[in-house]
């Protein structure tokens, strides 16, 4: 299995980002996403999550109404449009996939199976 992901990079304020997540070797429509951040001395935190069929994503309180993920169950793969980015947004970024077909996307970490390598997104102020 190999989840790879990319876009991320260094752009100011407010600005946007959009990463991408390809997923092999898994039946992926199988699987709740999730995307996760981690920060300089910080814990990975859960960012937002989707389930199997593309139709229930969920945020967390800080990102909600600035980032959108969705997913191409055709393409196997897994995006996130980060918009009105903020610098405290600045961390690698996971994604992740858990093989659940809940209707409400897996919210803890030890819930994911597999995960990707990361990007980093650097937000300047």
């Known amino acids: 299995v190999q989840l790879v992901e990319s876009g991320g990079g260094l752009v100011q304020a407010g600005d946007s980002l959009r990463l991408s997540c390809a997923a092999s070797g898994l039946p992926f429509s199988l699987y709740a996403m999730g995307w996760f951040r981690q920060a300089r001395g910080k814990e990975r935190e859960f960012v937002t999550g989707?389930?199997?069929?593309?139709?229930?994503?969920f945020y967390v309180g800080s990102v909600k109404g600035r980032f959108t993920i969705t997913r191409d169950n055709t393409k196997n793969t897994l995006s996130l449009q980060m918009n009105s980015l903020k610098p405290e947004d600045t961390a690698v970024y996971f994604c992740?996939?858990?093989?659940?077909?809940?209707?409400?996307?897996?919210?803890?970490?030890?819930?994911?199976?597999?995960w990707g390598q990361g990007t980093q997104v650097t937000v300047s102020s």
């Open positions: 992740a996939a858990a093989y659940d077909q809940r209707s409400d996307p897996p919210r803890v970490a030890t819930e994911y199976d597999y």
């Open positions: 989707i389930d199997w069929s593309g139709a229930m994503p």
